[in-house]
């Protein structure tokens, strides 16, 4: 029973979050291809790490 109640208040909290949120999307749009360059970094480098091993 308790976890009914608290997974209801947080999907009533997200829906409440979304639709009075201070953020815009184009804000956070705007950022993707340097998050997309970490990511590929990230990536890579971790790759070369793990294939350096053997």
Do not use: E, Q, R
């Amino acid at each position: 029973m308790h976890a009914g109640i608290v997974f209801l208040l947080v999907i009533v909290g997200s829906v409440l979050f979304h639709i009075f949120t201070p953020w815009y999307w184009t804000d956070i749009a705007s950022n993707w291809g340097a998050m997309d360059d970490t990511i590929t970094l990230t990536f890579w480098g971790y790759c070369v790490k793990i294939s350096s091993k053997y």
